[in-house]
């Protein structure tokens, strides 16, 4: 058996990071890799991986109902229209993580994504999603942190005036929506 997979409390195989918690394994099964469309899906995605930057994966997850709840569902036609009064609320709330340049952020995003016309986020971001590889990897050291596509669509969105969207950053949402799909040799989801 490859020791970067997991046999888990159910007696499925999965990437080992999986293994961890419910959460992530719930996650892991139903989400990551699975192809994701809509524009307010992936500007939710987009999102909490700017504000994952620094920090676990496993703190967004506990926190993403909080963070669906004051950021109106990440809808960037209402996200937008927040005002100073919205960041305040928004730095006095526990449940999410609390730092201004990443709310500040997301509110910026929004008001330039609401500029575009409707489903060009999405079409945008998989106009970048590689060919997927002709293996899959055996081990997470053979999965990139950064990849020439993940730092061509930071590349862009920062052209545009997104912030909070580097190159890593692009790679975790690409792997998490499904535009690469890095699930190991083993893996059920594999």
Not at 56 to 61: F, G, K, N, V
Not at 110 to 123: H, N
Not at 181 to 190: E, F, I, K, Y
């Amino acid at each position: 058996m490859n020791p970067a997979i997991r046999i888990g409390p159910d007696g499925l195989a999965r990437c080992a990071w999986a293994d961890a918690d419910d959460e992530y394994r719930r996650y892991h099964d139903e989400e990551w890799g699975r192809p994701l469309h809509g524009d307010r899906a992936l500007f939710e995605k987009l999102s909490l991986e700017g504000f994952q930057a620094g920090l676990s994966w496993i703190t967004i997850l506990r926190k993403r109902p909080r963070f669906r709840q004051v950021f109106a569902g990440f809808d960037p036609a209402v996200v937008a229209d927040f005002d100073e009064s919205d960041v305040e609320r928004l730095m006095a709330d526990a449940g999410i993580v609390r730092n201004r340049a990443k709310i500040l952020a997301v509110i910026g995003n929004a008001r330039i994504v609401r500029e575009w016309d409707p489903g060009e986020l999405d079409a945008l971001m998989w106009s970048f999603a590689p060919s997927q590889r002709a293996e899959r990897p055996t081990t997470f050291a053979e999965v990139p942190a950064v990849t020439p596509a993940s730092a061509a669509l930071s590349k862009e969105l920062r052209r545009r005036g997104l912030r909070f969207v580097g190159p890593t950053t692009m790679y975790a949402l690409m792997q998490s929506a499904g535009m690469v799909d890095d699930h190991l040799v083993g893996c059920w989801r594999a």
